[in-house]
T-cell receptor, first 110, second 116 residues
Framework: KQEVTQIPAALSVPEGENLVLNCSFT??????LQWFRQDPGKGLTSLLL?????REQTSGRLNASLDKSSGRSTLYIAASQPGDSATYLC?????????FGGGTRLMVKP | DGGITQSPKYLFRKEGQNVTLSCEQN?????MYWYRQDPGQGLRLIYY???????QKGDIAEGYSVSREKKESFPLTVTSAQKNPTAFYLC???????????????FGEGSRLTVL
């Protein structure tokens, strides 16, 4: 059964810092890896999706990479801003379902 | 605008009552999902449906029921058999992954259920 782990569980950084969020999965037979953002009390917003044939995707200050052989994905956030404060979740797609990690709660201090 | 609408946003229930959470999508997606989120935790799959009139249990289906009579609608009933129903419930939809589709998942804004 697929298990997805996110490290760290919480992270606090000063504004302007570059940071990396980590996601690991136990079964490499995924067809995609999706990163989401969740604000308190809200639903999930899709940030980036990497298909199994791809190595990375970029959107603005966000870059996500995927290494299926090692069971890892990273989300890189450049020049962090207070508005980036949220919980970030990764999820691996398999058999038309996503398995989610526990999330990383990010706080960017002005 | 295309999207997923969940209602109600907040719901309070007495113990022993069944409640139904609504999920409607106008994205023309075949697949729909219900997830449960507890404080500080990730999402756990309750039920999913890949096509009308068909659905499958997820990891935590006990105490829940669903129906899929229309493509755009996937209501979730939280029954009195669910021992700890207080949680945040999220509905999602997607076009199933295939040669031409990424399988990207889209979410509604969620429904928060509190049992008094």
């Amino acid at each position: 059964k697929q298990e997805v782990t996110q490290i760290p569980a919480a992270l606090s950084v000063p504004e302007g810092e570059n940071l990396v969020l980590n996601c690991s999965f136990t079964d490499s037979a995924i067809y995609n890896l999706q990163w989401f953002r969740q604000d308190p009390g809200k639903g999930l917003t899709s940030l980036l999706l990497i298909q199994s044939s791809q190595r990375e995707q970029t959107s603005g200050r966000l870059n996500a990479s995927l290494d299926k052989s090692s069971g890892r994905s990273t989300l890189y956030i450049a020049a962090s801003q207070p508005g980036d404060s949220a919980t970030y979740l990764c999820a691996g797609g398999q058999d038309n379902m996503l398995t989610f990690g526990g999330g990383t709660r990010l706080m960017v201090k002005p | 605008d295309g999207g997923i609408t969940q209602s109600p946003k907040y719901l309070f229930r007495k113990e022993g009552q069944n409640v139904t959470l609504s999920c409607e999508q106008n994205l023309n997606h075949d697949a729909m999902y219900w997830y449960r989120q507890d404080p500080g935790q990730g999402l756990r799959l309750i039920y999913y449906s890949q096509i009308v009139n068909d659905f499958q249990k997820g990891d935590i289906a006990e105490g829940y029921s669903v129906s899929r009579e229309k493509k755009e609608s996937f209501p979730l009933t939280v029954t009195s058999a669910q021992k700890n129903p207080t949680a945040f419930y999220l509905c999602a939809s997607s076009i199933p992954a295939g040669a031409a589709n990424t399988g990207e998942l889209f979410f509604g804004e969620g429904s928060r259920l509190t049992v008094l």
